[in-house]
Structure formats: structure tokens, C-alpha cells
């Protein structure tokens, strides 16, 4: 008698244990899809939506973080996002009673925020040295 009520209970436990980790696993993968579709109604590219997806910080998340408008084209003013980058940070200093957390957000803003420049960056230079001609860099020994 004993054995069947173990049994039974041992049956029931993996019955809602199952049902609870498919619950879960059809929620994470809602989440997902409803990132994806997020970053391409943001008018993310692909690569900017994985982006997105891995650091879990779009890049509009990143511009109100640091107070900064978007890059346009690849003509942001990286002068202007490094200034706020050092005041907020050095602001959040938890030496000088800021917050850690506040600091980290700042810090991945920051990251995000150079992912989406670097390729813009290389396109620009790029289409200037199209424009220019290319001028190779001459190297002398002394």
C-alpha cells in the first residue's frame, strides 16, 4: 500500500514539475520574440537587434541613459557622449556616495552606445577616403 502512494506521488510531482518548465520555456521564448520585434520596429537592423538581444540595452536605452540624441548617419558627436560618459560616471562615484548601479547602467550605456559607432564610424571614413582618394601612410626610419 505504501508503494502506491509513492508511486502516485512521485507521478503527480513530475506531472506539475514538466508542466511548470514548459510554462517557463514557452515564456522565455515569447520574451525573445517580443524583443526581436521590438528591435525591428525600433528600425534596428539585424545586427543591431542580435546587439540588442545580447546586452539586453537597445540603443534609444543607451541615449537617455547618458542624456546624448541618437547617431544620425554615423554623425554623433562622440566628444559630446565621452563628456557625459566621465561626468555621470565620476558623479555616481560610490566613493563620493553615488550608486554602483547607477554607475554599471552608465558604463553598458556607454558600450552600447560605442557598438552601434563603430561600424557607422568605419562606413563614414570609408566613404571619405572614397570621396578623397586613397593616400597611403608613409612611414620613415630615422
Known amino acids: 500500500m505504501a508503494h502506491r502512494f509513492v508511486f502516485t506521488a512521485f507521478l503527480t510531482g513530475s506531472r506539475i514539475l514538466g508542466r511548470s518548465f514548459m510554462a517557463a520555456y514557452k515564456q522565455a521564448q515569447a520574451a525573445s520574440q517580443y524583443q526581436r520585434a521590438q ?62 548601479y547607477l554607475q554599471s547602467k552608465i558604463v553598458r550605456a556607454k558600450e552600447r552606445f560605442e557598438r552601434e559607432l563603430g561600424p557607422m564610424r568605419e562606413k563614414a571614413e570609408q566613404e571619405a577616403e572614397a570621396k578623397e582618394g586613397w593616400k597611403p601612410k608613409i612611414y620613415k626610419d630615422r
Open 39 to 100: 528591435g525591428k520596429m525600433n528600425g534596428g537592423s539585424g545586427a543591431s537587434a542580435r546587439a540588442s538581444l545580447s546586452s539586453g540595452m537597445t540603443l534609444d536605452e543607451a541615449c537617455r541613459i547618458l542624456n546624448v540624441k541618437p547617431p544620425a548617419n554615423g554623425q554623433a558627436s562622440v566628444e559630446e557622449v565621452l563628456d557625459r560618459y566621465k561626468r555621470l560616471f565620476d558623479a555616481n562615484d560610490p566613493q563620493k556616495g553615488g550608486s554602483f
